[in-house]
């Protein structure tokens, strides 16, 4: 069993920054990645950037490379989500994820809801115009 506990999100103006936090909890030595996934109203809910804790390999939706960074700190066993030159379209419930149910997770599985177990509460990131 992992808890995943997300912070950081609010309401910022466009071009500004937010800081995400996941906090994860638990039985983590089996999670092998975690990521960010995000739901705007009335859409489905897409990938954001993933990271797997062996090799540390990164993937990022083409949408948000170059304005969104992923990083860990290990003896926290917390990700953080630092959100630069924000947009109103990245308004969205912004969810933090874990998986337990593969090892190495690929460029392409890193992307799919389906692969992850274990799911934050989601925290509300608002950007006005």
């Known amino acids: 069993q992992v808890q995943l506990v997300e912070s950081g999100g609010g309401l910022v103006q466009a071009g500004g920054s937010l800081r995400l936090s996941c906090a994860a909890s638990g039985r983590t030595f089996n999670t092998y990645s975690m990521g960010w996934f995000r739901q705007a109203p009335g859409k489905e809910r897409e990938f954001v950037v993933g990271?797997?804790?062996?090799?540390?390999?990164?993937y990022y939706a083409d949408s948000v490379k170059g304005r969104i960074t992923i990083s860990k700190d290990n003896a926290q066993n917390t990700v953080y989500l630092q959100m630069n030159s924000l947009k109103p379209e990245d308004t969205a419930v912004y969810y933090c994820a874990a998986s337990s149910l593969s090892k190495s997770l690929g460029r392409i599985g890193v992307r799919s809801d389906d692969s992850y177990n274990y799911w934050g509460q989601g925290t509300q990131v608002t950007v006005s115009s």
């Open positions: 990271i797997t804790w062996s090799g540390g390999s990164t």
